[in-house]
């Protein structure tokens, strides 16, 4: 069983910045895909980023690619998500997932094949 934490959420002004963490219990998440999801209110949680299980390849939706870096580091079992340029669209509740896929070069973009969840961090972006 994995037990995911984030943190680093809050309040920030448009144009800010942020960087979420997330950290790992129970169990090593190194041969885990990591990924970060977000829900706003009254609309479906959607992908925002994910990692594979080497780090060497990453996944952008194309509203945050340019913007956010997602980042982990396995020695301390916590995954990060860089925020940058924020903007109003980007408030929601930002929520890390774990994968206990197979592929070390890969990670998924869909909720679905995300087995573990953290309880989520908000974040609000003021105008």
Do not use: H
Not at 24 to 41: D, E
Not at 48 to 57: F, L, R
Not at 77 to 99: R, W
């Amino acid at each position: 069983q994995v037990q995911l934490v984030e943190s680093g959420g809050g309040l920030v002004q448009a144009g800010g910045s942020l960087r979420l963490s997330c950290t790992a219990s129970g169990r090593t998440t190194g041969t885990y895909a990591m990924g970060w999801f977000r829900q706003a209110p009254g609309k479906e949680r959607e992908f925002v980023s994910a990692i594979s299980s080497s780090g060497t390849s990453t996944y952008y939706a194309d509203s945050v690619k340019g913007r956010f870096t997602i980042s982990r580091d396995n020695a301390k079992n916590t995954v990060y998500l860089q925020m940058n340029s924020l903007e109003p669209e980007d408030t929601a509740v930002y929520y890390c997932a774990a994968d206990r896929g197979l592929l070390p070069n890969y990670a998924s973009t869909r909720l679905r094949n995300y087995d573990y969840w953290g309880q989520g961090t908000q974040v609000t972006v003021s105008s």
